[in-house]
């Protein structure tokens, strides 16, 4: 995922082959389309770290020119300002992220959004209790003393965001017990304690990521989280389908997400051929159009929730979709006589021969995609 198009590096840094030597932070903003916060954000961010060894690097997937409001303010700025502009997308905003802890100059980095909704005056708070020791990340949290959440706007989004929280540490009891905020975006983490490039996250939740995937140890200091000063938030319904893809592939692993979308899959063809029937149609072609349906609805949900991280150029999509949609046409077409020549010969009852033979279809499914349709 790391092939930035522009990359705008002011003279000073280039010094140790691109890569500014002794830079004590870096502070990594994720950017799309915030063009109207940068000045601000470089200002305060620049004042606020007055005195230290700091750079600020945006990794940026705008489709406006917040790039070129970066390269026009880092003109003038206090404190050497980066910018890579990506154009792929990989990941979202957590691939952005893990661009940035990539291509930092300094190990300590600092992740903090692009719309000011964390205070850059926090910064010296987040350092220093890093300085204090003990810890590999330091977060700060919208639900420690002193925090607060009035940014998060509607009581909906607050109650979302509540809930979800619980749900996580549910999830991750020991890994994310004293962290009480793994959803925030605002962070400093120790590069050297991390493997950058196991990393593997999928939309906005790159903090949970680290945390559920490491032993690092996490320090909280409170924060008030702020509105939006311009622009618009990228939240959506779809970040949160993603970020419940992301959970599950975390916590049980990408065969249990497959599994997942498999059950899915098979209560909408029974509910496609149950429809199909009642309008009339032949309950084979109602057979054949809801299999049909299925396995396309199950290539493009595996495709963006659980093999996200395994696309590749040498695979391109045409031949991923061929691929998978060749081997399940197949594997269907194999399955039905052979559970028909188990009821023959070993007399048991139809409905166990077809639950054993899809038990096997879905490990031989499962296999198929993860060595085959996105070979690594
Ligand atoms: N590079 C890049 N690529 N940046 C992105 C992308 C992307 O695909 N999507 C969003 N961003 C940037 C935004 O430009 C902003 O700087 C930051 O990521 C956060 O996005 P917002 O759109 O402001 O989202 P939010 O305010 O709803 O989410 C924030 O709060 C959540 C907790 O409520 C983020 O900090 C989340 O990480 C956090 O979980
Ligand atoms: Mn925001």
């Known amino acids: 995922p790391q092939e930035p198009v522009r990359r705008w590096v002011p003279q000073a840094s280039e010094a140790g082959g691109g890569r500014r030597v002794g830079t004590a932070v870096t502070v990594i903003v994720p950017t799309f389309n915030e063009r109207d916060n940068v000045a601000e954000l470089v200002e305060r961010t620049a004042a606020a770290l007055r005195g230290r060894d700091a750079e600020i690097l945006f990794v940026d997937d705008s489709s406006d020119d917040t790039a070129d409001e970066v390269a026009r303010v880092a003109a003038d700025a206090p404190v050497p300002v980066r910018v890579i502009h990506r154009t792929d997308n990989t990941g979202g905003l957590g691939g952005a992220v893990v661009v940035g802890l990539a291509a930092a100059g300094s190990d300590i980095c600092i992740v903090m959004d692009g719309d000011l909704q964390h205070p850059p005056e926090l910064l010296p708070a987040l350092l220093d209790r890093f300085a204090e020791g003990g810890a590999d990340v330091v977060a700060a949290s919208r639900y420690v003393g002193g925090g607060d959440t009035s940014g998060l706007g509607t009581a909906v989004r607050f109650g979302v965001s509540r809930a979800a929280t619980w749900l996580t540490r549910a999830m991750f009891p020991i890994r994310l017990a004293r962290s009480t905020d793994p959803m925030t975006g605002f962070f400093l983490v120790d590069r050297r304690r991390l493997d950058v490039a196991s990393l593997r996250p999928q939309g906005f939740k790159i903090l949970l990521e680290i945390l559920a995937r490491t032993d690092l140890r996490i320090a909280e200091i409170p924060m008030e989280f702020a509105e939006r000063r311009h622009g618009t938030s990228k939240a959506s319904l779809r970040q949160g389908v993603t970020f419940v893809a992301h959970l599950a592939r975390l916590r049980f692993g990408k065969m249990s997400l497959f599994a997942m979308i498999g059950v899915i899959g098979a209560v909408a063809n029974i509910g496609i051929m149950w429809l199909l029937v009642a309008l009339g149609v032949p309950y084979i072609w109602a057979a054949i159009i809801g ?64 639950g054993l033979t899809l038990v096997v279809a879905f490990f031989a499914r499962f296999l198929f995609h993860s060595l085959v349709v996105y070979a690594p």
């Open 291 to 354: 299999a049909e349906v299925t396995i396309v609805g199950n290539f493009i949900l595996q495709e963006r929730f659980v093999f996200a991280d395994m696309r590749t150029d040498a695979r391109g999509l045409g031949l991923r979709f061929a691929t998978s949609f060749t081997f399940n046409n197949v594997e269907a077409a194999v399955r039905i006589p052979v559970m028909a020549l188990m009821v023959e010969s070993w007399h048991i009852s139809s409905v166990l021969a077809t």
